[in-house]
């Protein structure tokens, strides 16, 4: 069954007293035992939820996992992950990293005894280079936040492989629609399901994948254990927006491309990053490992001091920090979704002043298109006189 089926289908079914379509919110925290020593497979919603087992189910499904596991955010996924690793163990991770995940890595999760290596992941000599005997696992974004580098993920399993790691891969910003890391070896994934699963930007949601039984079981401890779960509402939100995410992606992604080609014409923009443009470096690693190249467009103004008047210019663009809606978002990652990464480090890795973030949604390309040329004209104008 093709994937544009099986999302549409989610839930489908599965209520079987009723036969509703849509799939009912079990808003229960406990359930009656029907004798001693018996249990409907229900006992407190913390453990297991009908509604939160349908997601889960159907995102393990999709992304051709063993065990799915739906959380708070993205970040309660990432740090019921970390559960899985003990004080002395080391992680590497993509240098190029979300500023939330960094932050939960250096000011939290090094106080449990946890480090950390922020390596350059498209360059395999310097992941094997810091592979110590306590690293335990990669940690990769591709494409990532924000500068859209490609960790070619073939690579990195072999490497997982030779030295016993586990491979984990973020996957919110192509969604199983368009890249499933399992599939290519990978031992977990995650989203944050905020963005292009929940695609409307009304729901906070993450989402965890594993492969294998053993792995599994030891996440469903995890998550049991540490009690990060969605509620079942929220769940119900997340399966009603991934019913749409075929239609949705395959629209931010002809979006994308449109605007990604006009932001390299014009004079106000030095650099464009998108992995579908041919001139990205990691084009032909990304058109191998997945089939699709997303909705998210980063570029570089020419001058810092044309930043402000180009975010206060945009009309229908919003200026806001996340991402994977059906409206249009520009982010300043330096003063945003960066914000708690130190200034000398966001610059070495190449979040500088001059960076912004496009998350383009579903509206139609020549409004978008029209609005980024005047916001950029604008900033072109007022940005030189402020210089």
Known sequence: MQMETRLVQIGVGRDKTTGAL??????????????????????YTRTANPTRDVLEQAIASLEGGDGGFA??????????????????????????????????????????????????LRDPALVRAAIRSSTRAILAETPTNPLMQVTDLAQMVQIAREHDLLLI????????????????????????????????????????????????????FLHNSIGAVL?????????????????????HQA????????????????????????????????????SGFGGMVSFRIRHSSMVAPFLESLQLISFAESLGGVESLCTYPATQTHADVPPDIRQAVGVCDRLLRLSIGIEHADDLTADLRQALDKALEKGGELS
């Open 22 to 43: 849509s799939f009912p919110v079990y808003q229960s925290t406990a359930y009656r035992h029907p004798a001693l020593g018996e249990s409907t497979g229900y006992d």
């Open 255 to 290: 979006n994308a491309f449109q605007i990604a080609r006009f932001l390299t014409t014009h004079p106000a923009v030095t650099e464009v990053f998108y992995t579908g443009l041919p001139e990205h470096e990691g084009h032909e690693v990304q058109r191998r490992q997945a």
């Open 71 to 120: 959380c708070a955010s993205g970040m309660a996924a990432i740090q019921t992950i970390m559960g899985l690793f003990s004080q002395g163990d080391h992680l590497i991770v993509s240098l190029d990293l979300y500023g939330g995940t960094y932050r939960l890595f250096e000011q939290v999760m090094k106080r449990f005894g946890l480090s950390f290596d922020y390596v350059d």
């Open 169 to 220: 891969v973020d996957n919110t910003f192509l969604s199983p629609y368009y890249q499933r890391p399992l599939e290519l070896g990978a031992d977990i994934v995650f989203h944050s399901a905020t963005k292009y699963l929940g695609g409307h930007n009304d729901v906070l949601a993450g989402l965890i994948v594993t492969k294998g039984s053993e792995l599994t079981e030891r996440m469903r």
């Open 231 to 251: 509620g079942p509402q929220d769940c119900w939100l997340l399966m009603r927006g991934m019913k749409t995410l075929a239609l949705r992606m395959e629209r």
